[in-house]
């Protein structure tokens, strides 16, 4: 059984021979958030990448539990972890059975939870046929931020020790962020989550906070020490809350 400590050991990663990754070293505790912001091209998604070995690193840079990840099988590995990547998939099938992709034995309740922890149940119950909606080039189109919503739940419902958003949330505006993030607090509780975001808004309320600059992290803590420290994370946070006052105008 994965507890789901996450450790990242001096770990660094080259693709196709340029480094994204250098000497990043980390540790995860069992049941915590871990926000990672940092500038596009700064080598995130590459890094939550690794995790569920899409990607492939140096053999003992990453461990879970204590134990290199290629000590697991990929099935195992892969069991364990809930990925919702940038650019999410659904199939030409109805909403239920896009939510229960992979979990052939998932009730029609813990579909209908999942969907609810990731705050798509209201949508889906608007449409005629609700869950037997078929989506794609047969049924309806859904939005981006009902895709993404859609691709959470599919996530939630196989009940992993990690959870990864890889800034799962950049189709919704920062209102309906918040209220999914609320209803995540609940599902995140007892896993580990970890969660890419360009929002400081978002990411504030994460046990601790990694800043990816240019494949190191620069900065690491939780919001209120990040803010103290007068940095990078400072600068971005600053920013952001002028952008989101001149929006208000």
Known sequence: ?????????????AFEGTQILK?????????????IVGPTGSGKTTLVSLIPRIYDATPGSILIDGRPIREYSLETLRRNIGFVPQETFLF??????????????????QVHDAAEAASIATDIEAFPDQYKTLVG????????GQKQRSAIARAIVRDPRILILDD???????????????????????????????????VRNADRIAVLHQGRIVESGTHDELI????????????????????RV
């Open 137 to 144: 080039e047969r049924g309806i189109t859904l939005s981006g």
């Open 228 to 247: 103290a420290r007068n940095g990078y994370y400072t600068e971005l946070y600053n920013k952001q809350l002028l952008e989101e006052e001149l929006a």
């Open 1 to 13: 059984m994965i507890a789901g400590t996450i450790e990242f050991r001096h770990l660094n990663f």
């Open 23 to 35: 000497d990043v070293s980390l540790t995860v505790p069992a049941g915590t958030s871990l926000a």
């Open 168 to 202: 799962a949330l950049a189709s919704v505006d920062t209102y309906t962020e918040e209220k999914i993030l609320n209803h995540l607090r609940e599902v995140m509780q007892g896993r580990t989550t970890i969660f890419i975001s360009h929002r400081v808004s978002t």
């Open 92 to 109: 030409s099938d109805t909403v239920r059975e896009n939510i229960a992709f992979g979990v052939e034995q998932a009730s029609d309740q």
